[in-house]
């Protein structure tokens, strides 16, 4: 934050709760990608999640297609062979 000169606002909240716009969302190890989904149409449209992955994210990524519709990106991790980070947009939930 300070190297790059960023304003950052961190919130001790319900994540499964909370609802107010924020243009980014981010996890590392926290829960499977359809839940962290669910907590990104919560918070905005417009939101966009970058989400540490590891080793099932192949397999995550499959589960959440069938509850939701989204853009995603995958990145390689720097820190680890195994690991990911998921760059993901304009989440919808499937009726």
Do not use: M
């Amino acid at each position: 934050v300070s190297e790059l000169d960023l304003t950052v606002v961190i919130k001790c909240v319900d994540v499964y709760c909370y609802k107010s716009a924020h243009p980014i969302l981010t996890s590392r190890a926290f829960s499977s990608l359809g839940n962290l989904l669910s907590i990104q149409e919560n918070v905005s449209r417009e939101t966009i999640g970058y989400f540490l992955k590891g080793q099932n994210v192949n397999q995550e990524i499959e589960e959440a297609k069938l509850k939701w519709f989204f853009n995603i990106t995958c990145h390689p991790s720097l820190s680890s062979k195994d690991g990911v980070i998921l760059v993901v947009s304009d989440v919808v939930r499937k009726i």
